[in-house]
């Protein structure tokens, strides 16, 4: 049986930890992940293209799990009552390569990507950092801030979206939390006075969220819509004048804001900076830009979090889907085909309880949808 | 809610489906997907190595659909009583990036591999064989020979497994089934008069399986075996002598019996053979040699074939894998923590609901499984 955490169970886990805490607890596992980046097998994630979205595969391992997932890119599925991103993984044993947890990514995303951003916040933004501006009002919005909160005592925003709607929603879902939440006029209001820039905008084209004017010595920008060929969010001249950071330097290349840079653009990989081997930020004046576009190694740190934080609680539910026959060599034992003969020519007994079970799994079913 | 095929309602599907008519039916659309080949997005896939096994992601998508599966293969598994290879994967529609349905796929991949041996045979294996050599008693091997003999009418099997117990498992299985099966004494004496040779070995070394005097004129070589860098099944001499055909010849330089051979010897891929760009066979005494190493579209035409056979009907579970707030750019509704401020604030009673169903299910499972 493979663990399941579905979107109920997830949901249920994350309100009764609390988001808070568990980005915190991601964020702080992550950072011991990134600091042995040596012993990942890595790859650039690898995305099917389409006019109006994509959807893409990231694994990764190391010597004892592997870990992926599956997730889409589609800006205009709002517009019909979907999620823009959804995602789910597996996260599985390399010894044997049976998988040991499948996962809902969707929450799970949020809360890594959050936690992402506000491990890297904490060594490239100025610790005394109070204000953020929140470029993009939807789904990862609320995350981000409560990560950076958690992380940076970060209590005051400056949101900014062009939906109304959205600048609703977070409002509601925040102040009730304790931040304060002041609503921008402009994209450029937003900015003003913020020590963190944070933009999670969804459109997939080559957009300018921020001009560089409105970037003020000190500010940490942490970009993490403008991660897809062709999907940006900041102005060039930003990325000239600031240190640049990003994941894997390889896929964001393709995808980071540095697409429009030439290759030998200088950037600087996180992992680099969490083990020491190159400064973070380095002056008060200094303008930092995280290049997120999320990298798999996180997705990895979130699925071994979760697999820890609710083995063998309710929070974990059982999937049937790995085939388990009695003897490994009779895959064809599961489908009871040999029948009575089989059962007749040998000991194999189980195969018929199999049928059994395969047959009341199915009874089952018919029950519960009504056929 | 994602259509769901775990191990016990695909047992029961096959199993009441019948094996031959699920791969005879497989066959036929494989044949189709072939022939619209240009239509792929198409690329290699995506191994992680250990020193003892390999887990790899296929993916592939036309315009409309998108398939994935997660695969292993681990050939010390079976000493540990667990299955060499296991899969699980999704199917999904590329236009809103959302799955439709996450299937089992160890039992499908034995499917879809016997389907698409079968089909190449066809194309491949001289019209009046009838004698099949069945090298390597494994868990692919009874699909196998019901693939061959729904699609070529092959009856007679001459079976050789270095252990002795596997050769057992295949009589026992496939005897009651009506076939003529002769435990040969060798793998040489096995390939005796056979017209189509299938080798299908575990072991993932250099082997050979399969010596070059052993292969008369006119024999088809159905090689499923060797799929993954150091791990091949025929004596080198026979590729140079036959006529080779692969399925995608990018991923097959790199995992099929070719890895050996310059990157210029020539093979031919199967679609250029069903659209007829490309011979097949053209002489009765031709050696031809299937290199097959299990290629991304022979998935998504099973699991196409899965949903349409399985919608609606108790075959197909659900699972609860996409998260779905009322509002689409409100996830952070799903966990509830604007509670009762953010309830009274607007008009989302649905966050509500969602709450009162994790928890819900949560109970649920507390209650299967006793906590």
């Not at 209001?189 to 999670?200: K, Q, Y």
């Not at 560089?212 to 403008?226: F, Q, S």
């Not at 002056?283 to 071994?304: C, N, R």
């Amino acid at each position: 049986m493979v663990m399941l955490v579905d979107v109920p169970r997830m949901s249920a886990w994350i309100r009764d930890t609390g988001a808070d805490k568990a980005i915190a607890d991601i964020a702080a596992r992550l950072e011991r992940d990134y600091a042995r980046w040596n012993q990942f097998d890595k790859v650039e994630r690898i995305a099917a293209h389409s006019p109006i979205g994509v959807i893409e595969l990231m694994p990764i391992a190391d010597a004892d799990r592997y870990a992926f997932k599956y997730v889409n890119g589609h800006p205009s599925n709002p517009a019909r009552g979907l999620q823009t991103v959804t995602a789910f993984g597996a996260y599985a044993d390399v010894h044997t390569g049976y998988p040991i947890l499948i996962a809902e990514m969707t929450l799970l995303t949020a809360l890594r990507t959050a936690a992402t951003s506000a491990m890297v916040a904490r060594h490239l933004a100025r610790p005394d950092s109070e204000v953020m501006a929140l470029l993009g009002n939807g789904s990862q919005s609320e995350f981000q801030a409560l990560g950076m909160r958690a992380v940076m005592g970060i209590n005051r925003l400056r949101i900014w979206d062009t939906d109304p709607g959205a600048m609703d929603k977070v409002q509601r879902n925040l102040e009730p939390l304790g931040f304060e939440v002041v609503r921008a006029t402009s994209a450029e209001d937003a900015c003003r006075g913020a020590d963190i820039i944070t933009t999670a905008t969804a459109d997939k084209t080559l957009a300018t969220i921020v001009h560089n004017d409105w970037v003020k010595p000190g500010m940490h920008l942490n970009a993490i819509g403008g991660d897809c060929p062709g999907k940006t969010e900041l102005d060039t001249d930003i990325l000239r004048r600031a240190s640049v950071f990003v994941e894997y330097e390889p896929q964001s290349r393709i995808e980071g804001e540095i697409q429009h840079l030439p290759a030998d653009f200088p950037v600087t990989e996180m992992w680099r900076v969490i083990t020491g081997e190159a400064p973070g930020r380095t002056s008060a004046e200094q303008v930092t830009v995280f290049d997120s576009v999320g990298f798999a190694l996180e997705d990895l740190t979130a699925l071994a979090h979760l697999t820890d934080a609710v083995g063998g609680t309710p929070y974990a539910g059982e999937l049937d889907l790995v085939a388990e026959p009695e003897d490994p060599r009779d895959l064809f034992s599961l489908i009871g085909m040999g029948g009575v003969a089989a059962t007749a020519a040998s000991s194999a007994a189980d195969s018929t309880t199999e049928s059994t079970e395969g047959s009341a799994a199915v009874q089952r079913v018919g029950a519960a949808t009504g056929r």
